[in-house]
């Protein structure tokens, strides 16, 4: 009866190469919470203002940041219109006989040869607008809001009630805190009347509703300033966004 061995087989694991996940950046947990500073409308400062518990999960995601493409592509018109050899205004008559002038053949003088003639392949009205998905846009929003607040560059303003509608109470302030040669982002409530008055003057102050600020708005300034109504406003929409990302 021939003799069985036990012969062991070395198997060799050969490297499966994961899929390449999206990039993920993680925001570091505060034990105690984050914290905005708070003036008053003359610049003094005041007890900081807190930020729901939920911003010390936040994560931002770089891909989703690919929406800015989409914001920027949106504020293309696309209004750029010229006129074909049909559409300008000219006679469409041959400006002279076909042979025996011995120059190039020529038709109507509104031919695009022409100067003040038709345009060839030239700009029509088209739309430039692309669209994105609302759980990806509240995300995005969120993202980049959080990463405004970890870099200190959210602020909070209390007694928005008081302001005069005056530039130059609005100058002292932005003088006081440091921020007149800065851009500065103004997000006040439904009443901003007065907010209006006083800032519309000062040429890097720009002023957004809560409601009405976008992800390129947080972007495009260098710090935010936020009444407290308004500030409430954005507590609610940074949430909205983290519910599903969180």
Not at 23 to 32: C, D, G, M, N
Not at 70 to 94: F, H, I, M, P
Not at 101 to 107: D, I, Q, S, V
Not at 176 to 200: C, E, H, S, W, Y
């Amino acid at each position: 009866m021939p003799k069985t061995t036990n012969t062991t087989k070395k198997v060799t694991k050969t490297a499966v190469k994961a899929a390449v996940k999206p990039k993920v950046v993680t925001i570091k947990k505060v034990a105690s919470g984050f914290s905005l500073p708070t003036f008053s409308v003359t610049g003094e400062a005041k007890a900081e203002s807190a930020v729901p518990k939920l911003m010390e999960k936040a994560v931002a995601n770089a891909q989703i940041l690919q929406a800015i493409r989409v914001y920027q592509t949106n504020l293309r018109q696309g209004t750029a219109s010229t006129k074909t050899r049909g559409e300008v205004t000219g006679s469409t008559r041959k400006i002279y006989r076909q042979k025996g002038t011995g120059r190039a053949r020529h038709g109507a003088i509104t031919a695009p040869i022409f100067v003040g003639g038709g345009i060839t392949f030239g700009p029509k009205p088209r739309h430039f607008e692309l669209s994105l998905p609302q759980k990806m846009r509240r995300q995005a929003f969120a993202s980049v809001l959080s990463d405004r607040i970890k870099d200190k560059a959210v602020s909070v303003l209390s007694g928005v009630d008081k302001i005069s509608g005056k530039t130059r109470d609005m100058h002292k302030f932005l003088e006081k805190t440091n921020l007149l040669d800065k851009k500065v982002l103004f997000v006040f409530g439904p009443k901003m009347k007065k907010a209006i008055q006083a800032t519309r003057n000062l040429p890097l102050v720009t002023l957004r509703t809560a409601e009405s600020l976008s992800l390129l708005d947080l972007l495009t300034h260098e710090h935010v300033i936020a009444a407290e109504d308004a500030a409430k406003a954005l507590w609610l929409r940074l949430e909205a966004g983290m519910k599903k990302s969180v």
